[in-house]
T-cell receptor, first 113, second 114 residues
């Protein structure tokens, strides 16, 4: 079955701490991978995406993610978080020739000053 | 450049009633997808419309139906509402001509069924 697992449901960090959010997927065939962010009161926004090529992708606001095909993982990282990074983060996957997105359950990140 | 817009913002309905939600895609986009996001969950794919036809469908009952108009805007209809239909309904648009890559989401419609 196609699925996405986000193991961290709620993460609490202090400003300047490093962040890594886990994402594992189960999907047959070629995949595209995404991280979306939902800031409080705002709509889902694309943080970064992986289609092919360099497995280390950089997104907006200093975020990056690494695609490790052998581990079916696409973990999100940021070296130093800010209070403004407080939000819900969703990992998502779709397959070649479809843009039906399969989302994980999300990780709520709280950053304290 | 207008992004994806949805109406209404909030809606309260009673069990058994019917509801229609509306979506206008981002300018230049031709494909609309609908997602249901229950509280504490990630969005779940309902269906997608392209060229005024349903192109893909997720695991949702026939009570959920939709439509796409010639101007690419779309409606989501839910009949015989259940309490479990309470959720945030998200519309996302994309451009099929450039491939199945990136969807832009609207702010959603919060549906409460009492």
């Amino acid at each position: 079955a196609q699925s996405v697992s986000q193991h961290n449901h709620h993460v609490i960090l202090s400003e300047a701490a490093s962040l890594e959010l886990g994402c594992n997927y189960s999907y047959g065939g070629t995949v595209n991978l995404f991280w979306y962010v939902q800031y409080p009161g705002q709509h889902l926004q694309l943080l970064l995406k992986y289609f092919s090529g360099d497995p280390l992708v950089k997104g907006i606001k200093g975020f990056e993610a690494e695609f490790i095909k052998s581990k079916f993982s696409f973990n999100l990282r940021k070296p130093s978080v800010q209070w403004s990074d407080t939000a819900e983060y969703f990992c998502a996957v779709n397959g070649y020739n479809t843009d039906k997105l399969i989302f994980g359950t999300g990780t709520r990140l709280q950053v304290f000053p | 450049d207008a992004g994806v817009t949805q109406s209404p913002t909030h809606l309260i309905k009673t069990r058994g009633q019917q509801v229609t939600l509306r979506c206008s895609p981002k300018s230049g986009h031709d494909t609309v997808s609908w997602y249901q996001q229950a509280l504490g969950q990630g969005p779940q794919f309902i269906f997608q419309y392209y060229e005024e036809e349903e192109r893909q469908r997720g695991n949702f009952p026939d009570r959920f139906s939709g439509h796409q108009f010639p101007n690419y805007s779309s409606e989501l209809n839910v009949n015989a509402l259940l309490l479990g239909d309470s959720a945030l309904y998200l519309c996302a648009s994309s451009l099929t001509a450039v491939g199945y890559y990136e969807q832009y989401f609207g702010p959603g419609t919060r549906l409460t069924v009492t």
